[in-house]
């Protein structure tokens, strides 16, 4: 959500610096090992600071070291003209208390994400509690009806910053991100001087998490076997690019791939985005991937059994079904669905009118003492 944010800010504001500030081991580690995150991240800001304030290994060493990283951002901060303050704390931390001091010292603001979405369901005064020190404000990332809170909430702005990975710098951004990736994967194609049309069909494989009593490897397994079952039958010879959940440690999709035929396939770890961008269909579980998909404009299906125990939590089946997304949930009715999706007679749903979707940057405009 953040890197297409900072992506557009930067376009509209190019003056602005954006020092991206990594305040635990767990994410910083997570860039790390994901080098395009790490691209995208370089990308977005003039500076990364990794402040790894949680670890606790090397004693006195290792505090030493994060206290040399934490004084030059604090300088940093007095010296800037109204410095924003981003933070996705839901609790309070000494070391955030200090960098929104610093904000405030210099006429800043100081502005909450914290755990994603829970500023939709009105407990932003709860969550005020708990960030002792003085916010100005909270972005949510959505379409905003749940941004209505009840009387008894706070009086604090919540900002609707919409969908982010539909924001216009980020969607050009996918557009390089996808030459790339197949460049890397078809090198054969000359992707500069070759016709899209002339080359093999690409599918997009896009699978959902695994979670207890909801959604089993067995669903999962079912998933992939059905799929590649039908790509060899009605499209021998296709391109499969698999992305999976990026919590699924399971062996499933190689499994169900090694036991396919006539089809290349593809493992990647690009953005969802891209991957679409890189496909001429779609295929996928109920996953938020449908929305990178949809917001580059490829067509797209949502494929899966619902079972008993996914009726329990999900009696809706599917929130990705009321984008216009069509659904298919046997072998039959997918071939019905990718028949129609690559054919002439496919209509995308405008993704961003269903979710109502806007790009709003007034708020950090105002906070700079602009607009």
Not at 89 to 115: E, F, M, S, Y
Not at 178 to 190: I, W, Y
């Amino acid at each position: 959500m953040l890197v297409p944010l900072f992506a557009e800010i930067s376009q509209a504001f190019p003056s602005s610096a954006i020092e991206i500030i990594f305040l635990e081991t767990r994410i910083a580690h997570e860039v790390n090992i994901r080098p395009q995150l790490e691209k995208d991240v370089l990308w977005v800001s003039k500076r990364c600071t990794r402040l790894n304030w949680d670890d606790t290994q090397h004693g006195m060493a290792r505090y030493v070291v994060k206290v040399c990283r934490l004084l030059p951002l604090m300088a940093r901060i007095l010296i800037s003209r109204k410095p924003i303050l981003i933070h996705s704390r839901a609790n309070q931390t000494r070391v955030v208390d200090l960098l929104g001091r610093c904000a405030r010292l210099k006429g800043g603001t100081v502005l909450g994400h914290p755990d994603m979405q829970t500023v939709f369901f009105g407990r932003s005064n709860e969550l005020s509690r708990k960030i002792q020190s003085d916010i100005n404000g909270w972005l949510a990332f959505g379409a905003g009806e749940g941004s209505v809170r009840p009387k008894s909430s706070d009086d604090l702005p919540v900002h609707i910053m919409g969908y982010t990975k539909l924001y216009p710098a980020w969607q050009q951004h996918l557009k390089v991100l996808a030459r790339d990736l197949r460049r890397r994967l078809f090198p054969e194609e000359q992707i500069a001087t070759t016709n899209r049309a002339q080359c093999p069909v690409t599918f997009a494989v896009f699978s959902g998490s695994v979670v207890e009593t909801v959604y089993s490897e067995d669903d999962l397994r079912f998933f992939f076997d059905e799929v590649f079952s039908v790509l060899s039958k009605e499209y021998p010879g296709s391109q499969v690019l698999v992305k999976c959940h990026p919590m699924d440690k399971s062996d499933i999709s190689k499994d169900a791939a090694a036991l396919a035929q006539g089809l290349k396939i593809h493992f990647v770890d690009d953005h969802p985005g891209a991957v679409a961008a890189s496909s001429n269909c779609v295929i996928a579980t109920h996953t938020s991937a449908i929305i990178d998909s949809l917001g580059y404009g490829t067509p797209t299906i949502l494929h899966q059994k619902f079972s008993n125990e996914w009726m329990q939590r999900h009696p809706e089946k599917s929130s990705f079904l009321s984008l216009g997304v069509p659904y298919s949930h046997d072998s039959k009715t997918l071939e019905k669905a990718i028949s129609i999706q690559l054919s002439s007679h496919c209509i995308l749903p405008d993704i961003r009118k269903v979710l109502r979707h806007r790009v709003d940057l007034s708020v950090f405009a105002k906070a700079a003492g602009g607009v």
